[in-house]
């Protein structure tokens, strides 16, 4: 029989497991496109089975112990009905949780959704440390958003139907411009503050890390003011399903897989944040470094 630790001992472990979670680095939990709904499989979109592999991923965030786990936006495929189902499940991830916005959330009635996700505002800073973390709606600009600035969403929607752009579609939505001074303000103070910056959204602002039909609205103004603000780190978005990444002008873009058309284990993700740069690790034991440049 093993004898019981001393009370030296045993404040001696304790110190030294504090240590041990000093010297951790930060890291915090990522999911995308969970778009759960209680209806047929389309194509590769398997609505019902969305819940049973976002259980699949929660398990494995809570024995990871990030600061926190957020979800990239379209976490139902619409339906006021299926929203209180995905976001019991979420809950699971563990007791720091927080959410974006997307275009199949957009569909719901205003009300209902942000009431359900606890969101005081559809956009948000945190401040960490070393680090702040910008969340961005990009929603807020939107003809699918009629509670809020739909004329700014048509006007976005027009001007790249007449470009032929390809990401001209209704699905895509902006950030008003309310948004973006806002944005242009967390940076600033970012700056002041020697800070570095992670930014999440819904949609993908660089073209080389999706497919061009997924980007954002007004992709190259918002990517405009995270490159001129000097101190964004990295960009993650969902939307694209198949997922990227690319780095570009200091900041690595990564959209990450829909959890909605891929296995958990490709999806779940983690990222650690160091000195020079972030490791992204996902369930099934991949890893990634993005090194940061200089």
């Not at 504090?18 to 609505?47: E, H």
Request: glycine share 8%; charged share 20%.
């Amino acid at each position: 029989m093993t004898p019981p630790l001393s009370r030296r001992a045993w404040l001696s472990a304790a110190a030294l497991a504090s240590t041990a979670r000093a010297a951790a680095p930060s890291s915090f939990g990522l999911i995308a496109d969970i778009q759960y709904a209680d209806q047929r499989t389309a194509g590769a979109r398997a609505y019902r089975n969305s819940l049973r592999k976002l259980a699949a991923c929660a398990a494995w965030f809570q024995a990871q112990h990030p600061q926190f786990v957020l979800q990239l936006g379209d976490l139902v495929d619409g339906g006021e009905q299926n929203l209180a189902a995905a976001v019991t499940a979420f809950e699971a991830v563990g007791r720091v949780r927080y959410h974006v916005l997307g275009n199949h959330d957009a569909t719901l009635p205003r009300e209902s959704l942000v009431s359900a996700l606890s969101l005081r505002q559809s956009w948000s800073d945190h401040g960490i440390g070393a680090w702040r973390y910008v969340l961005l709606d990009s929603t807020d600009a939107s003809v699918l958003n009629a509670a809020l600035h739909p004329g700014e969403g048509r006007a976005l929607l027009d001007a790249a139907r007449a470009a032929k752009s390809a990401n001209a579609q209704e699905w895509n939505g902006g950030l008003g411009q309310a948004q973006i001074d806002w944005l242009s303000r967390v940076l600033d103070h970012t700056r002041r503050a020697r800070q570095r910056a992670v930014v999440f959204c819904h949609q993908p602002v660089l073209a080389e890390a999706c497919r061009p039909e997924h980007l954002l609205l007004n992709h190259r103004q918002v990517l405009a003011c995270l490159e001129q603000s000097g101190v964004v780190a990295a960009y993650f978005s969902g939307h694209d399903h198949r997922g990227g990444s690319a780095q570009k002008n200091g900041i690595h873009h990564v959209t990450l897989k829909g959890l909605v058309e891929h296995p958990p284990e490709e999806c779940a993700t983690i990222v650690e944040l160091h000195a020079g740069g972030l490791r992204l690790r996902t369930m099934d034991g991949h890893e990634r470094w993005l090194a940061f440049a200089g």
